[in-house]
């Protein structure tokens, strides 16, 4: 059974700082991973998706990067701004068509 | 990207009353409907997987006879919570994927359900 694992719980980094934020997954044989941001009380919102055959993802400020064979995926956000306090959330796909597992979530505040 | 709708976005009802929850694919047809729940401070959790014209297929632990699924057309799936209490009170999260070449999923934009 996959199990999806983010480190750290929650961050807070003065703004401007760099940061990167870890996933971890136990069953290597995925289709695709996705990160998605979360503010409170709303729903998902689609930040970068890596197809297992990809090794990175840009989009702005963030980079996604996989390695598959070892079970990791970070999250680095370049340049943090007070608008990237959210919960960020990584998640996995077994095959085409299936559900994501979804890890528990990191906790970013970015200070003014 | 494709858009999914979620009805109503909030929902407040009293103990042991229904209360129905609607997905929808407003671009793009959606062979599989999935229904996940997020209580407060945790991550989201698979319920079911719908397939459109089929029966829907629960997690374990998930009561099928409590929450009903309905993918009767493409665009269409609902969440029917049956008499419902107050610990069914969650955030309610569908996606949906077509049969696009990368089979995206799309996430609706949730439904919060408070149970009084």
């Known amino acids: 059974k996959q199990e999806v694992t983010q480190i750290p719980a929650a961050l807070s980094v003065p703004e401007g700082e760099n940061l990167v934020l870890n996933c971890s997954f136990t069953?290597?044989?995925?289709?695709?991973l996705q990160w998605f941001r979360q503010d409170p009380g709303k729903g998902l919102t689609s930040l970068l998706l890596i197809q297992s055959s990809q090794r990175e993802q840009t989009s702005g400020r963030l980079n996604a990067s996989l390695d598959k064979s070892s079970g990791r995926s970070t999250l680095y956000i370049a340049a943090s701004q007070p608008g990237d306090s959210a919960t960020y959330l990584c998640?996995?796909?077994?095959?085409?068509?299936?559900?994501?597992?979804f890890g528990p979530g990191t906790r970013l505040s970015v200070l003014p | 990207g494709a858009v999914v709708s979620q009805h109503p976005s909030w929902v407040i009802c009293k103990s042991g009353t229904s209360v129905k929850i609607e997905c929808r694919s407003l671009?793009?047809?959606?062979?599989?409907m999935f229904w996940y729940r997020q209580f407060p401070k945790q991550s989201l959790m698979l319920m079911a997987t719908?397939?459109?014209?089929?029966?829907?297929?629960?997690e374990q632990g998930v009561e099928k006879d409590k929450f009903l699924i309905n993918h009767a057309s493409l665009t269409l799936s609902t969440l029917t919570v049956t008499s419902a209490h107050p610990e069914d009170s969650s955030f309610y999260i569908c996606?949906?994927?077509?049969?696009?070449?990368?089979?995206?999923?799309?996430f609706g934009p949730g439904t919060r359900l408070t149970v009084l």
């Open positions: 069953d290597s044989a995925i289709y695709n």
């Open positions: 996606s949906a994927s077509g049969d696009s070449r990368d089979n995206e999923q799309f």
């Open positions: 998640a996995v796909r077994r095959n085409y068509g299936q559900n994501f597992v």
């Open positions: 719908s397939n459109e014209g089929s029966k829907a297929t629960y």
């Open positions: 671009d793009f047809q959606a062979t599989t």
